[in-house]
């Protein structure tokens, strides 16, 4: 992981199709530090993760009504099922404290997640899900369109500045948001557990990592989807580093569905982190190779089980760096995607696009910072950085053309196929952020994050999933490993 200082960004309320941005992509884009971050109010003494979770499913959430912060749907049945499964996935986690939600269907899931758990539970009325005033009447959605007219139309395509009885929904929720982490870091424990709702969680995520209201509905949060952050104190006392561990690890695979917020991916990119490289040792598989190697055997494992999730899905096309170990693990994948017929999964034959694309090899930039060729542990040196973001963006640019490339085909998922920071330069591409952005994310070998373009590849992609290594199974990065 790589520790950049951190500051608020200030982007354009709406996405730029994607022909204005490649226009004005050598226009300066600026970030400031803003009184009302978070990171000037919240200091940290020690390391802390913080574990946030949605609730399961809701019986509301099961029927397609608009909830908000009312307090009358309660767990389905397979609300309750997922719950269950998420105690299992943090089953380990000797976590100190436990922040919920009290309304019933964020307080249920809690409870389950919770167990037998001794230690104390937290219910803050401030964790509430949205504040949504006359839409939350129990309104189916359709039913909500027919009422309400353009403010629901405002609220599907404008929501940062949505307004509803004289409130701005979002911008009082993200204000509500920020409100709850000085509470949340100044508890005394190392491991937090957060339980409450969509998009409440969204707004925790983004005030922690200084995204404004315009990233509404960027960073996905399905029913008991976990995200992580972790916090590490400064030297100087300062406000603490902040990484995002992973987003929306969900009981059941990330590639059902399809959906994001309710909108059908047009167009999807599942990032692949190549197969664990010859001479990666476990402590240093977060950073990019300081050579062109092949993969070792549990390189070539990770590969395999990947390309074995990626099954279910008709990949059109797969796009890799030229490094070895990214061909091989492409390749893994192309071999069991053409194969799908003769394994019985499907009997219409599969024809998958490769190339490797030069611009993925982020590989050489990272050696060109360190003469010693070490891993790079901490912090890259500010040429470094802006060779890697250029690079990045050149690649970002490249993969949205070729997904733009195949209008006719609005199902079309792309895979790429490059090293934990190559994608991390992506997403980071993804949100619009600066260079900066690159300090926010960690990945691991063998993982796969998964980004959703539901209004097409010219608007700003949903950021379904990152760093998901469950299908690993027994070689994944537990949730539960130490901050």
């Known amino acids: 992981m790589i520790s950049l200082p951190l500051t608020t960004p ?66 389905t049945k397979k609300g309750e099922s997922q719950a269950d499964i998420s105690r299992q996935m943090l089953i380990n986690d000797s976590f100190d404290v436990c922040f919920t939600s009290p309304l019933k269907r964020s307080k249920k899931t809690a409870e389950i997640i919770w167990g037998s758990r001794e230690n104390e539970m ?16 129990s309104l189916l959605k359709k039913e909500g369109k027919e009422k309400f007219g353009e403010a629901f139309k405002q609220w599907q395509e404008d929501p940062a500045n949505f307004i509803i009885d004289g409130h701005y929904p979002v911008r009082e929720l993200w204000s509500r948001a920020r409100s709850c982490w000085p509470g949340i870091l100044a508890h005394e424990s190392k491991s937090v557990l957060v339980v409450a709702h969509n998009a409440v969680n969204q707004a925790l995520v983004a005030t922690a990592i200084g995204l404004g209201t315009e990233y509404f509905r960027s960073l996905l949060q399905s029913n008991c989807g976990v995200s992580v952050l ?80 990626l099954l279910d899905l008709r990949v059109s096309s797969i796009v890799c760096s030229p490094k070895a170990a990214s061909v091989e693990t492409a390749g893994v994948i192309s071999r069991v995607q053409k194969a799908a017929g003769c394994l019985g999964v499907d009997s219409v034959p599969r024809h998958v696009k490769t190339k490797q694309m030069n611009e993925l090899d982020v590989e050489g930039v990272l050696r060109k910072s360190n003469q010693d060729n070490d891993v790079i542990a901490s912090q890259l040196d500010e040429e470094a950085v802006s060779a890697l973001w250029n690079r990045s963006g050149k690649a970002w640019e490249s993969l949205l053309d070729e997904l733009s490339d195949e209008e006719s085909n609005p199902g079309e998922i792309m895979v790429v196929v490059g090293s934990p920071m190559t994608h991390i330069s992506l997403i980071a591409q993804c949100l619009n952020l600066t260079k900066e952005g690159l300090g926010l994310f960690h990945l691991d070998a063998g993982s796969i994050s998964v980004i959703d373009f539901p209004d097409g590849p010219s608007r700003r992609g949903v950021i379904r999933c990152t760093n998901y290594t469950a299908h690993l199974g027994r070689w994944c990065s537990p ?3 130490p901050a």
């Open 230 to 309: 972790d916090f590490t104190p400064r030297a100087d006392g300062g406000s603490p580093h902040v990484c995002f561990n992973r987003l929306n690890q969900t009981p059941n695979s990330p590639l059902a569905g399809g959906s994001s917020g309710g909108r059908k991916a047009s167009k999807q990119v599942i990032l692949v982190c190549h197969g664990q490289g010859n001479n990666e040792d476990s402590a240093v598989i977060n950073q990019a190779a300081t050579n062109d190697q092949s993969m070792n055997m549990l390189g070539v494992i990770q590969s395999q089980k990947t390309a074995e999730l």
């Open 479 to 481: 949730i539960t490993r």
């Open 122 to 137: 937290i219910f803050d009325y401030e964790l509430r899900e949205i504040d949504l005033y006359s839409f939350q009447v």
């Open 10 to 75: 200030i982007l354009p309320s709406r996405c730029l199709l994607h022909q204005t941005r490649r226009q004005n992509s050598t226009h300066r884009r600026f970030w400031i530090r803003s009184s009302s971050s978070l990171h000037e109010q919240v200091t940290a003494k020690t390391t802390k993760r913080v574990v946030l979770v949605r609730h399961g499913q809701s019986t509301w959430n099961e029927e397609g009504r608009i909830q908000g912060s009312s307090d009358f749907s309660v767990l």
